[in-house]
């Protein structure tokens, strides 16, 4: 069982940084960040692969950076230029089965890990 835990979340103004961290138990091929803002569907944002490999979601790209520490089983997600429209709970998760970096930060058929998030507030 591969438990995940976010923590970096908090208020921060438009235009500022935030860096999530994501700690992990054991490594999974396939890891991701995904967000849920009020009224709306949960969005794959970011993932990486074991190999490297990267993908981010339109509305991230050129903004928001993953990052992964094996080491440390810490997966980031370093987010700059924050706009309202990024308010969100955060979460990261985990799935074994995604070879495909775009799959698996979109997680089609679902994630088989979860953490419990982390809140993110923008605000002008």
């Known amino acids: 069982q591969v438990q995940l835990a976010e923590s970096g979340g908090g208020p921060v103004q438009v235009g500022g940084s935030l860096i999530l961290s994501c700690q992990y138990t054991?490594?999974?091929?396939?890891m991701s960040w995904h967000r849920q803002g009020s009224e709306k569907k949960r969005e794959g944002i970011a993932g990486i692969l074991s190999n490297g490999w990267i993908s981010y979601s339109p509305s991230v790209e050129g903004r928001f950076t993953i990052s992964k520490d094996t080491a440390k089983r810490i997966v980031y997600l370093h987010m700059t230029d924050l706009q309202i429209e990024d308010t969100a709970v955060y979460y990261c998760?985990?799935?074994?089965?995604?070879?495909?970096?775009?799959?698996?930060?979109?997680?089609?058929?679902?994630?088989?890990?979860w953490g419990k998030g982390t809140t993110v507030t923008v605000s002008s």
């Open positions: 054991s490594g999974i091929y396939c």
């Open positions: 998760a985990a799935d074994p089965n995604y070879g495909d970096r775009h799959a698996c930060r979109e997680g089609p058929f679902g994630m088989d890990y």
